[in-house]
């Protein structure tokens, strides 16, 4: 065979395990469909942050699956999220060997870990030249010392069999076809978002009428392979993403950021009938994924009064928050003394804002947040009172980053089939896997360090099959 191991993808998780394979001895080969040298994808657009559920990668075991039990409502996969708290230490120590500079960004345990130099604290993607590219550029230089091969402008279409085993994976290559063999493969394309027909089946009715937060370079192709070949999908409801303002549509500087999340956290968030739809105190990521079912996911909106516009709003940690740049990039923020006037130019019935946001302050007042409709929480985000004018609001959206589930691995990374069993040669990683984030609150663990992880696992249990 040409290789022991073809990729597909030259994402975080590609080229991590790639060039794990090579470090052990292997021959293998990443197919990347981008053509650019720098080709687009959401490793290189990420913000850097490297952790596990908000906590520090060198945490330790015990204290990282704790909180991503407590991030997911403990409804994955055990055996996945253990060793995802078992290797985050290893993973970030092997990520510096590749040339990966970190720095602390801030006071926050997941703030320890920013691939350096971080991405400015500026509204509009800013990638070129910062951590998350660097890392990419490094690995894909690692690559090629310990000749491996990364192939830009191939689409692989199909895993091909021989005789019951993988054989590879056939490709589109220069408007022509190409084969390349290996007896393993691993799927890591990034997972679904950038495909509406999947999104619109899965997580939104209308998904158009979500933002596209990220490259829009995953179209779901890994997963309609790996089911082809009879691979077990563990659920496709849940997604990565935060709120945005809804201007996002056209102006782009209005994205990835800032996020609205912490402003609706405060506030509320209302739909286009002016009623809250979500608990808020759960998060941002929670609340786009509520958002993404509503019948008019574009007829959110986050009210807010100035005290909040004047506190949380200019808490400028990582990322950038809206007071300090959202007007600047273009963004609106409407305002009004009275709730009336408010209502009226947001567009949805006085009466109805009224009673929401007189429900909220009663709420916030005698602290029963539980008697909210619906109930919200308040552990983690603290919401604030709306009474001071002006009265302040924020037309968003849902924009979505990466889905969070897929398919279904074990701790080896292998593809696991219908009936459980590993699909010998088949193997997944980063994205594009389901078993380590969702649940009822959406929870979101970190996608670069899942990739980093998985990558990983997937590369040293293909050179541990090979040495029998
Ligand atoms: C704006 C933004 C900010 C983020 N911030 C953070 C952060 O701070 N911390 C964090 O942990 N995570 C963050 N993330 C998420 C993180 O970037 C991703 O979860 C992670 O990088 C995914 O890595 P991956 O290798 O699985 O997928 P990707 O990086 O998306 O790579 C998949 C690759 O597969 C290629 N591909 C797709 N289909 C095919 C095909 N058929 N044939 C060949 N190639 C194909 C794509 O072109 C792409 O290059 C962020 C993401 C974005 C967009």
Redesign the pocket.
Known sequence: MDYDLVV????????SAANRAAELGLRPVV????QDEL?????????????LAFKDMTAGADEIHAAIERSTGGLTEPALTHLLADEADRSLTWLRGQGARFIKAGPYEWMRWVLAPPRPRTPG?EWKGRG?DMLLRALTANLAKRQGRLLRG????EILRRDGRIAGVA?GQDGGAARFEAPAVLI????FQGNAELVARHISPKADALFQ???G???G??IRMAEALGARLYGMDRF?GHLLGREVFGNEKL??YPILDHLASAGVLVDAAGRRFCDEGIGGVYMANETAKLDDPRGITVVFDEATWATTGADNRFPPTPNDSFTRAGGTVLAADTLDALAAKIGVPADALAETVAAHNDAVGSERYAALTPPRTNARKTAKPIAAAPFRAVQACAGI??TMRGIEIDTHARVLAEDGAPIPGLYA????TGGAEGGPRAGYI??????VIT?MRAAEHIAETRRG
Not at 8 to 15: E, F, T
Not at 39 to 51: I, M
Request: proline residues 5%.
């Open positions: 597909i993808g030259g994402g975080l998780a590609g080229l197919l990347e469909r981008g080709y687009p994808c959401n490793s290189r657009f990420a913000g850097g942050l490297v952790h993607l998350p191939v689409a692989a279409g490709a890591a394309d990034g997972g937060r990220g490259a370079t995953g179209m192709d890994g990565y994205w990835p980053t990466y990683a980063g994205s594009c970190g996608g670069l360090s899942k990739a990558g």
